[in-house]
């Protein structure tokens, strides 16, 4: 069984800054690329940032230059460093992971439950 577990998110005044983690558990064999997505109230989730087990990073346009994302593999981690914050970046942001659990199987995606971030103006 796999879990993805993020930290305690909150709640920062805008211009702030704030880092969420989330760490994958349980029968791991091996994982691709990790990600942060986002939902906010009445909208659809969106993708973040996204991190390869390279190292290679791609953000969301509305993020560029304000967050950053991090990953240490050896430890199934990802983070994501949120400066800047705006408004806007309100939401629950959910930690996502492409892995699969032994050599014979495939890759599939797995989800956190998700940790709210609120951004007051």
């Known amino acids: 069984q796999v879990q993805l577990v993020e930290s305690v998110g909150g709640l920062v005044q805008a211009g702030g800054s704030l880092r969420l983690s989330c760490v994958a558990s349980g029968n791991i064999f091996a994982i691709n690329t990790m990600a942060w997505y986002r939902q906010a109230p009445g909208k659809q989730r969106e993708l973040v940032a996204v991190i390869t087990n390279g190292g290679s990073a791609n953000y969301a346009d509305s993020v560029k230059g304000r967050f950053t994302i991090s990953r240490d593999n050896a430890k199934n981690l990802v983070s994501l460093q949120m400066n800047s914050l705006k408004p806007e970046d309100t939401g629950v942001y959910y930690c996502?992971?492409?892995?699969?659990?032994?050599?014979?199987?495939?890759?599939?995606?797995?989800w956190g439950q998700g940790t709210q971030v609120t951004v007051s103006s």
């Open positions: 996502y992971a492409d892995l699969r659990t032994s050599a014979s199987t495939s890759y599939r995606p797995y």
